[in-house]
């Protein structure tokens, strides 16, 4: 009798302690910082919608908002932001997030430059802040990390009136969170050994 009594105790308790258990394990997000409010601490960030270890697709809208995490110790380097998604030398286009329509924009830029292969360590690239927006020459430098390309472009006059994070890659960042919009782990994954190999 106190055996059954056993078996059926764990039983009713079994299924509370697997709900309680799923409160407590959070999800996973990746995404790319495009805005940063320094006095609310807080990012939004495009995320990946691909789940593709080593080639995430950040196209995912509408935007999502994250707190920093409360505890300055589960955060790395604080994520900078930037509004370039995408370059494609091929279609020699841009891809920017366009903060009034909350939308991508493609736009087609005149190649100066392209050189592809270009290691983190490289002088051309090393210790250097991208982009590299020239008003006066008409041109803009930017380095993609993930696929090691250096590329100088020209775009029409009007965008040269845009602030320079424009045309910047915004942080990769990865967040563990256990309620909707706060962090209680971010990973500034653009610091990290993935693109210093």
Known sequence: MIKKLGWFTLLAILPLALMFGCVEQGKV???RVINKDKEKKTIDLVLDIKHELGKPDYDQLPP???EFPKDPNEMGPEPKAGKLM???PD???I???DDATKNFKAVTYI??????GVGLRDSRVAEKKFPIVDREKKAITVYDKRKRLLTTFSLPEEYFKMPDETFGFGDEVRI??????KSSRLMNISETDIYKK
Do not use: C, R
């Open 29 to 31: 997000v990746q995404g």
């Open 176 to 181: 563990y969170a256990k309620l909707p919009g």
């Open 91 to 93: 279609k020699k286009e």
């Open 95 to 97: 891809v920017i997030f």
């Open 64 to 66: 999502v908002t994250y």
């Open 86 to 88: 995408n370059i494609d």
């Open 111 to 116: 190649p100066i430059d392209v050189v592809k």
